[in-house]
Nanobody, 124 residues
Framework: QVQLVESGGGLVQAGGSLRLSCAASGRTFSNYAMGWFRQAPGKEREFVGGIRWRSATTYYPDSVKGRFTISRDNAKNTVYLQMNSLKPEDTAVYYC?????????????????WGQGTQVTVSS
């Protein structure tokens, strides 16, 4: 059974940093890519970055480029989302998800597995 478990969310002041973790289990992910999404109340789920598990190649939308960094630890089967210079508008539930390499990064429907999400709140 595939499981993605996010952790590391919390409350942080604007300008601060947080690192989220996504622990993956239940299958081999070497042919997969991992995406991070966020969803604020009343808004659609938004892609904030991804990483190909095998090559560690990363991809970011312009909205977070330069502030968010994704990495992975093969030994721990864990993907990380380092978020710096956080803004109140970054407040959302953050999700990790897994998809086959070759599918689009941004479309939620292209992801096969999802975690339960972790809340990030940035105060002004």
């Amino acid at each position: 059974q595939v499981q993605l478990v996010e952790s590391g969310g919390g409350l942080v002041q604007a300008g601060g940093s947080l690192r989220l973790s996504c622990a993956a289990s239940g299958r081999t992910f070497s042919n997969y890519a991992m995406g991070w999404f966020r969803q604020a109340p009343g808004k659609e789920r938004e892609f904030v970055g991804g990483i190909r598990w095998r090559s560690a190649t990363t991809y970011y939308p312009d909205s977070v480029k330069g502030r968010f960094t994704i990495s992975r630890d093969n030994a721990k089967n864990t993907v990380y989302l380092q978020m710096n210079s956080l803004k109140p508008e970054d407040t959302a539930v953050y999700y990790c998800a897994a998809k086959s390499v070759g599918r689009s990064w941004e479309w939620t429907k292209d992801y096969d597995y999802w975690g339960q999400g972790t809340q990030v709140t940035v105060s002004s």
